[in-house]
């Protein structure tokens, strides 16, 4: 399964829960709504740009691809999944709302994802070249001996899956 799959549905999946989560809030509870939007959305930031930190730490092969498809798959799957929570959980939505969350919605959504993950590349790639160069400046120090200094060992890299084929056995 690629990789963008995995990161799409599960934005997809964690901003429809937050905002039928909000709608909730709002309909029952609508002097709490202004502090818990702005959380939820710092939260829905967070963790868009903590999952793309960590792919380009890990040096994920094509993360940027990755992620711009995944913003891409979020938004309209985050629509599709908005209006059918709210239609089961807070004031019985119907179909008519699916346009505006497929358009508007669904480009904010897209937008949501994409800018922190961006950044989260970005500060990510950062990370991934700061840890090589500590491995690489860790022996060039005062104390250590010039001689005596050994090339770190290579990270581990996924091996790829061959493909299943037939019955299981």
């Given amino acids: 399964m690629p990789s963008w799959v995995v990161r ?12 039928v989560a909000l709608a909730k809030i709002a309909v ?78 669904a480009a904010f959504t897209a937008l949501l994802v994409l800018v922190p993950a961006g950044l989260g590349l970005l500060v990510g790639g950062k990370l991934h070249t700061t840890r090589e160069d500590a491995g690489a400046d860790a022996d060039s120090g005062p104390d250590s001996d010039a001689g005596a200094a050994e090339e770190p060992a290579p990270r581990p890299r996924p091996q790829p899956r061959k493909p299943k084929v037939g019955p299981a056995g």
């Fill in 8 to 19: 799409g549905l599960g934005m997809a999946v964690l901003h429809a829960a937050a905002t």
């Fill in 28 to 105: 029952f509870q609508p002097t709490e709504s202004t502090t818990v939007t702005a959380v939820v959305l710092a939260l829905l930031v967070g963790a868009a740009a903590l999952w793309s930190a960590l792919d380009a730490w890990l040096g994920l092969v094509d993360a940027g691809r990755t992620w711009f498809i995944a913003a891409l798959v979020a938004g309209p799957v985050a629509g599709v999944l908005n209006v059918v929570g709210r239609a089961a959980f807070v004031d019985q939505t119907g179909v008519g709302e699916l346009g505006s969350a497929l358009t508007g919605g």
